[in-house]
């Protein structure tokens, strides 16, 4: 493993298990070579790395401000840099479609069904049932695609589906102009996503998986964007 994913790791789950908090500071570099078993200058070389991601800021001599600093939770970090990208790019939907449905799909069959995230997307699936205004349904709806992918947890799926949440929101309010008739199409979406929860708290992730890929690209389709992505 490269070593400043190994560092990242390393700070993932001292965050993960609370024995370092943001705006704490990081080992000493010998204290943490020695602890992961590589060189000083690979942890230097991955402090630097973790800087360039906006995960620590490195201080040096000696006083308050010394030290390298965790100043956000990489994963954060991460999707910062995700979100920035697809801000200043002109995706094509069908990119987003089937990047979606790969992301989702994974997260979908690996969703557990204890997890805190299904509560909340059951929640997100209330406030929908009683919604009627277009754009305040599609916000709730990629809050509630976000808690499933939340449910498998994996930090990373989770930041690349955040990264994406309003080029999913622009994409699907746009599309709204092609559909014949909105109510239909909400009564619809409501459905799909009570079948989808439903499978995943049984702990079908199998079924999951296939109808969050329909659910995404039947939308598209219904648009009349072509069949599937």
Do not use: K
Request: proline share 3%; hydrophobic share 45%.
């Amino acid at each position: 493993m490269r070593t400043h994913r190994l560092v990242l790791q390393w700070i993932e789950d001292q965050l993960s298990g609370g024995q370092l908090l943001v705006g704490g500071r990081l080992p000493a570099e010998r204290t943490l070579a020695e602890q992961l078993g590589v060189s000083r200058t690979s942890v230097r070389e991955a402090i630097r790395v973790l800087e360039a991601m906006g995960a620590v800021r490195a201080g040096v001599g000696s006083g308050p401000e010394a030290g390298t600093v965790v100043i956000s939770d990489p994963t954060a970090a991460l999707g910062s840099a995700l979100r920035l990208h697809v801000a200043t790019s002109h995706l094509p939907v069908a990119d987003i479609v089937q990047t979606r449905v790969l992301l989702e799909s994974w997260a979908a069959a690996r969703a557990r069904p204890g997890s805190p995230a299904l509560a909340e997307a059951a929640g997100l699936l209330e406030r929908m049932e009683d919604c009627t205004e277009t754009e305040e349904f599609l916000a709730l709806d990629v809050r509630f695609h976000l808690a499933l992918a939340d449910a498998a947890g994996n930090a990373v799926v989770s930041a690349m589906m955040g990264s994406l949440r309003e080029a999913i929101q622009d994409y699907a309010g746009r599309l709204t102009g092609n559909l014949p008739d909105w109510d239909a199409t909400a009564a619809r979406l409501r459905q799909e996503h009570r079948n989808i929860l439903t499978a995943i708290t049984r702990d079908d992730g199998a079924v999951a998986a296939v109808l969050v890929a329909e659910h995404i690209e039947g939308y598209y389709a219904e648009a009349g964007l072509g069949g599937r992505a």
